[in-house]
């Protein structure tokens, strides 16, 4: 185990691990998929200007709300691959504090092994989708 899975929250190092262990590029893409598939579609109205993540290729939109101190995300792609990454962030965060969000390193993203299996361009929108994330738990905190 890292030294940082301690800090990380549980269900994030869980599909962590779970990536680790698929050590077949196209079993990552596999699982992927999988988590796109299950990503609940964002009504179009929330697919604005605001809402985007920038630095992206595809097309990526993320918003999210607060519920009793914690916070939960909806997002989308217009390309699969990418929906899967979003599925995969929403699937760890939803549910954590801002405040715990906003101490997440991404790190994580490494330690996938997804950035082998990504295009560079993949392997940075990954990162700038959590970095949209930890801005919104940032933005709900004030």
Known sequence: MASNSTTRPEKLDKIVQKFKRREN???????????AKKLEP???N?????????????QVYIISKVTDGQIFYQGDSDAQLVKGLVAFLIESLN???PQEIIS????????????ASLTPSRAN????????????ALVSLA
Do not use: H, R
Request: glycine letters at 8%; one cysteine or more; charged letters at 25%.
């Open 25 to 35: 590029p196209k079993q990552k893409y596999e699982q992927l998929l999988w988590y």
């Open 46 to 58: 929330d697919k604005t200007a605001e809402n985007k993540v920038s630095g992206c290729v595809s």
């Open 95 to 97: 549910g954590l504090t």
């Open 104 to 115: 997440i390193e991404p790190d994580f993203i490494e330690e996938t092994g997804l950035q």
């Open 42 to 44: 964002l009504p179009d």
């Open 125 to 136: 929108g990954f990162l700038n989708i959590f970095k949209k994330m930890q801005q919104l």
